[in-house]
T-cell receptor
Framework: AQKVTQAQTEISVVEKEDVTLDCVYETRDTTYYLFWYKQPPSGELVFLIRRNSFDEQNEISGRYSWNFQKSTSSFNFTITASQVVDSAVYFC??????????FGTGTRLQVTL | GAGVSQSPSNKVTEKGKDVELRCDPI?????LYWYRQSLGQGLEFLIY????????KSGLPSDRFSAERTGGSVSTLTIQRTQQEDSAVYLC????????????FGPGTRLTVT
């Protein structure tokens, strides 16, 4: 069985602070993919990133960066210099041999001025 | 380009009635998924269609739930004899073959069973 744990239910930061969202996963598949999705207040889930289990290189996209560590089964997401528009619920997700996504419970990020 | 569209955006129904929810995937996406998002259960997978293959129905919570996909495009999720616990936002997503985890979601249908 697959499982994704996002232990942080809610995080509040002040604009321009850096924030890291944690994600820990469990899977028996040797090949799997990890994802982050953003759900802004409008409600529509937005795909952010996809990583496969063979690629542990960290990735940076603008203010966003992702740290994948197989040794600790973690795929953490950092937002640098957070902005109010980053306020949303962020979901970490996993697929293995089956294509369906297993989601974590989400972390609600609130960025205030 | 057009994204995934779902209709209706909101549906209120009485307990015991049947409902149909519709999803139009992104053109050219061969895979289509239904998920349910509720406060108590988070985001749950319901069913997955890939091309002409038999669908993966492993997430359907009961036999009151069914889905079909006609012509490899539009999909309808049907809930028979609705119950209050069916109240949730039903999300549809689609993806390209080979990029199945990279799913593009529609705005959802909020179902309220009274």
């Amino acid at each position: 069985a697959q499982k994704v744990t996002q232990a942080q239910t809610e995080i509040s930061v002040v604009e321009k602070e850096d924030v890291t969202l944690d994600c820990v996963y469990e899977t028996r598949d040797t090949t799997y993919y990890l994802f982050w999705y953003k759900q802004p207040p409008s409600g529509e889930l937005v795909f952010l990133i996809r990583r496969n289990s063979f690629d542990e290189q960290n990735e940076i996209s603008g203010r966003y960066s992702w740290n994948f560590q197989k040794s600790t089964s973690s795929f953490n997401f950092t937002i640098t210099a957070s902005q109010v528009v980053d306020s949303a619920v962020y979901f970490c997700a996993l697929t293995g041999t089956a294509s369906k996504l297993t989601f974590g419970t989400g972390t609600r990020l609130q960025v205030t001025l | 380009g057009a994204g995934v569209s779902q209709s209706p955006s909101n549906k209120v129904t009485e307990k015991g009635k049947d409902v149909e929810l519709r999803c139009d995937p992104i053109s050219g996406h061969t895979a289509l998924y239904w998920y349910r998002q509720s406060l108590g259960q988070g985001l749950e997978f319901l069913i997955y269609f890939q091309g002409n293959s038999a669908p993966d129905k492993s997430g359907l919570p009961s036999d009151r739930f069914s889905a079909e996909r006609t012509g490899g495009s539009v999909s309808t999720l049907t809930i028979q004899r609705t119950q209050q616990e069916d109240s949730a936002v039903y999300l549809c997503a689609s993806s390209l073959r080979g990029r199945e985890g990279e799913q593009y979601f529609g705005p959802g249908t909020r179902l309220t069973v009274t």
